[in-house]
């Protein structure tokens, strides 16, 4: 009995597909979803990254299908999902994981870099999902998993185009939900708060005396946990909304934030900073 029950979060078989997976978060997915049985294919934007990328799964021991392949262009991710399919298999899950993010006060942004983000962020996801909706919908199961973002709820300075991006992104989570749940497809988006990837890192830098970074001990004070995530603790709900246990979960976005969007948060000056070694880099 528990072993059949287990069986509902296996993915044996299952073709996944996981955006932008050479390292940071989408490998980390990877890695959770191979562990349950998955085979894994993974594109990034530059053969640098994907050489790096099957460097990493090998090491692993996983086999992975890694190709270059841009989110943005929809010509690359048309062919890509075609070659995909003639080589592994039609694709059962699909995480639109890549993702950039510029900083910069919106005054100061050009319409440029407004418009590579929101390429990347939003209209990736929605090139991505359309490639492979024919065949899950002919197939009659899919399941897509949405690289939301705290900024899908709140704004904060700097970040208005990713913001704008990652908010549409949960709309499109929603909207795919509704469109396409008949098919018995499931588009559920996982929100995560502030996690110790690259992306983060010029966030905790220390300061040139060695003190912690402010934004640091400010995400500290907004969360109860008072620490950052880590990849190992967004790999369960990965792995749930990729499996037949969360069937019934359609177009929501779930957040793993340790209680930020939850809390007030404190006075950051409360914090007593000796009790905090900088938090460590994640090794991937
Ligand atoms: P990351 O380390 O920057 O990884 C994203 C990957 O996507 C990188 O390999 C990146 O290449 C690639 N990429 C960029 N543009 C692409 C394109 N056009 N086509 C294909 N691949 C492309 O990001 P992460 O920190 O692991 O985060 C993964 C996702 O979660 C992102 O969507 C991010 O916004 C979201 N997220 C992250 C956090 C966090 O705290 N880390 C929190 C909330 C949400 P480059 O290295 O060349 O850019
Ligand atoms: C920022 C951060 C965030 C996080 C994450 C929060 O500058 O505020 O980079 O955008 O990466 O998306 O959920």
């Known amino acids: 009995m528990a072993e059949d029950f287990l069986q509902k ?3 044996t078989g299952k073709v996944a597909w996981v955006t932008g ?3 940071g978060l989408g490998l980390a997915y990877a890695k959770a979803f191979a562990a349950v049985g998955a085979k894994i294919v993974f594109n990034d934007i530059n053969q640098e990254l994907v050489d790096r990328g099957m460097k990493a799964y090998e090491e692993a021991g996983i086999k992975a299908y890694g190709k270059v392949c841009d989110v943005t262009n929809e010509e690359q991710v048309t062919a890509f999902v075609k070659e995909v399919e003639e080589n592994v298999g039609t694709i059962d899950i699909l995480v639109n994981n890549a993702g950039i993010i510029k900083r910069i006060p919106m005054v100061e942004m050009s ?19 359309k490639a492979v909706l024919p065949s899950m919908m002919k197939k009659g199961s899919g399941k897509i998993i ?3 973002s705290m900024m899908s709820e709140f704004g904060r300075e700097t970040v208005s185009a990713y913001a704008a991006a990652k908010g549409g992104l949960k709309m499109l989570t929603r909207n795919i939900c509704s469109e396409y749940g008949q098919y018995n497809i499931q588009c559920n988006a996982i929100g995560p708060g502030y996690i110790a990837t690259p992306q983060t890192a010029p966030l905790r830098e220390r300061q040139a005396d ?12 907004k969360t109860p946990a008072q620490r950052w995530g ?3 603790d967004l790999m369960g709900l990965a792995v749930f909304l990729a499996s037949s246990a969360s069937d019934f979960i359609n177009g929501q976005v779930i957040y793993i934030d340790g209680g930020i969007s939850a809390y007030i948060g404190q006075d950051p000056s409360n914090l007593d900073e000796s009790k905090f070694a900088a938090e460590a880099e994640e090794k991937i």
């Open 210 to 221: 060695g003190s912690m970074n402010p934004f640091d001990r400010f995400i500290r004070s």
């Open 9 to 11: 979060f296996a993915l």
């Open 21 to 23: 997976a050479s390292y």
């Open 146 to 148: 949405n690289a939301c």
């Open 230 to 232: 880590h990849t190992e």
């Open 111 to 129: 319409k440029k870099d407004w418009d590579q983000v929101i390429s990347v962020d939003l209209t990736g996801p929605f090139v991505c999902s």
